[in-house]
Structures are given as C-alpha cells and as structure tokens.
C-alpha cells in the first residue's frame, strides 16, 4: 500500500473529508521538499513523513469544530497545521526556529490553513485563555501538561501524547491508546481543576 493510501485510509477512519484529505497528502509533499532543503524533522521520506501525520490524527477524537487551538513547539507543523486542514478551527502556532515557521506560514499560504504561526516561545502571560492547548514530542509529558494548563481558559483541555515510557498522570488527566503501526501510543488528555 502506498503512503498516499495509507494516509487516505487513515483520514477516512477519523472522518476526514476527502477534499480534506487531500490536503494532508499535499502537506505531506510539501513537507518532504523542504525537509530537503532546510531540517523540519528526521523523517526524509514521504512514508516517513506520513507516518507523523497519521499520529497526528489520534488527536482528531479531542479537538472539536470552532475550538480555538495553541500548538506549542510544533516544529513542522505536526500536529497544529494538520488540525488546521482537517478541522474547523482557528491554530496559533509557536514554533521558535524561524525556518520552521516559515514553512508552516507557506502551508498556511498555499493550503488555506486557518493556522497563526509565531516564531516564538509560549509565555503564560502572553498566551492563554485558548480552549486546547497541544504539543507532541517537544517536552516532557508531565512537564507539558503543567505548561499547557497555563495556556487554556477555564474548562479548557491540555492535549499531549504518550510514547514508550507510561507515565503517572495528575488527577483530571486521562490515557486514550491507539495503534500506531507496531506500537502502542497515547493520547494523554488533562481538564485541570
């Protein structure tokens, strides 16, 4: 099965529309000829490179329509620019090295995605009151949850996700594994009290 395939099934799943899902494949290509030029991220190829894509889309379960979305640390744009093309949400993203806001500003451009790219760091007194607050591989889980606590308004909703290592969670916080190829992931979701 090719990566196109595997991407399309993967957004079929999570009911992603198929228009939609084509942005994920442009994405994907995109991704790849700047990764070429410029380090987004270790994975060179657009199997490699799809396989962040399809994790990303775990986090579709939490992230519902007209929610205001910060993504801190998100690199290449995994996973905020891929919410921003495949929900109906508003994306402020950060990301501190200036070449990778750079391309997620391109995808924003060239896409349509509804994504805010910032070439900076998240700072509580800057950055708060949004409704969900995700990060994926940048901190420490439990380091990440305590951070995006400070960035979502009252009854908002931390988002990270859990690798290899089980970590014990703060009370409020609950563990949602997935399959994601040979390996057994988490979605960890946090309502702080």
Request: one cysteine or more; glycine letters at 8%.
């Amino acid at each position: 099965m090719s990566w196109t395939d595997e991407l399309n099934r993967a957004a079929g799943a999570h009911g992603v529309p198929v228009a939609r899902a084509r942005l994920l494949v442009g994405f994907v290509e995109r991704f790849v000829r700047w990764n070429q030029k410029i380090n987004l991220s270790a994975a060179r190829t657009p199997d490699e490179v799809a396989r962040q894509v399809i994790d990303c889309l775990a986090l579709l379960p939490f992230v519902e329509d007209g929610k205001n979305v910060i993504d801190v640390g998100s690199g290449g744009g995994l996973p905020g620019a891929i919410l921003a093309l495949v929900r109906d949400v508003r994306v402020t993203s950060l990301e501190s090295v200036n070449k990778k806001a750079a391309f997620q500003s391109s995808i924003a451009r060239e896409l349509g995605a509804p994504l805010d790219v910032r070439a900076e760091r998240a700072d509580p007194q800057v950055h708060r009151d949004f409704d969900i607050a995700v990060s994926r591989a940048t901190f420490d889980l439990l380091e990440w949850l305590e951070l995006g606590r400070q960035l979502i308004r009252p009854g908002g909703l931390v988002l990270g996700m859990e690798g290899r290592e089980i970590h014990s969670l703060p009370s409020g916080a609950e563990r949602h594994p997935y399959e994601h190829g040979d390996r057994t992931r988490a979605v960890i979701t946090y309502r702080p009290s």
